[in-house]
């Protein structure tokens, strides 16, 4: 899967995965995660963000940090936001990215997986709502692989998993069993905190013709 595919999306505003509100899951699970840290967690870490509410809920506890591939998303995020932004198209850090700031929220345009390693930062928790299971396999891999350069720094990610009958349908959103995610992440403590059977109703602004379809919420560390 292309960046091309990505960028086509957001110029023709095919974002049948994006959200109103918060997810679910996050509201219900954030802040007892966080507070099970006890304070030793400095910022929240948003890969493949979008313009996702998450990053404005996310902010009401720790300042947030997005990284997207899509100039669009970024503008109209803090646009539809209402938030003044400053914008950095060669920072020092990241040369390849654009920089764009809003107070206690930042976001990093440009390939996550080229993410040096000036913004991999300790003490974060990384939050995946949508990016993992937006890729084909062969990225999961490799998506998973950049997640665990923080992980390795002491990070913990709350992700959330979408499984279906794989054989009834192609994706994205692509179905990631539990078995995956353990391979994925050996080496690692997977916790499921929930579970819910979403069958029948939408997965973002789109329904999934599938016979079952389950969204699971679990803490990685």
Not at 41 to 58: A, E, Q, R, T, Y
Not at 106 to 114: I, N, P, R
Not at 210 to 220: D, G, N, P, V
Request: net charge negative; glycine share 6%; hydrophobic share 45%.
């Amino acid at each position: 899967m292309e960046q091309a595919f990505w960028h086509q999306c957001w110029q023709q505003q095919q974002l049948g995965f994006q959200l109103a509100e918060p997810h679910p899951l996050l509201q219900a699970h954030l802040a007892e995660v966080l507070a099970s840290k006890a304070g030793a967690l400095n910022s929240i870490v948003l890969p493949l963000c979008g313009k996702s509410p998450d990053l404005m809920f996310c902010r009401q506890f720790l300042p947030v940090t997005g990284f997207e591939l899509s100039p669009i998303a970024c503008h109209d995020f803090f646009s539809e936001q209402g938030l003044g932004v400053t914008v950095d198209r060669s920072p020092t850090a990241a040369p390849d990215f654009v920089h764009y700031q809003s107070s206690d929220i930042v976001l990093w345009q440009g390939d996550f997986f080229q993410v040096p390693a000036a913004l991999i930062k300790r003490s974060v928790l990384l939050y995946d709502r949508a990016a993992l299971i937006a890729l084909p396999a062969p990225m999961r891999r490799a998506y998973a692989d950049k997640l665990k350069q923080w992980l390795a720094l002491g990070a913990s990610l709350l992700l959330i998993s979408l499984e279906y009958p794989e054989a009834e349908r192609q994706g994205p959103p692509f179905a990631v069993l539990p078995d995956e995610l353990a391979q994925l992440f050996s080496g690692y403590q997977l916790t499921l905190l929930q579970s819910q059977d979403i069958t029948g109703q939408g997965f973002g602004r789109r329904r999934l013709a599938t016979s079952q379809l389950w969204e699971k919420i679990w803490l990685i560390e």
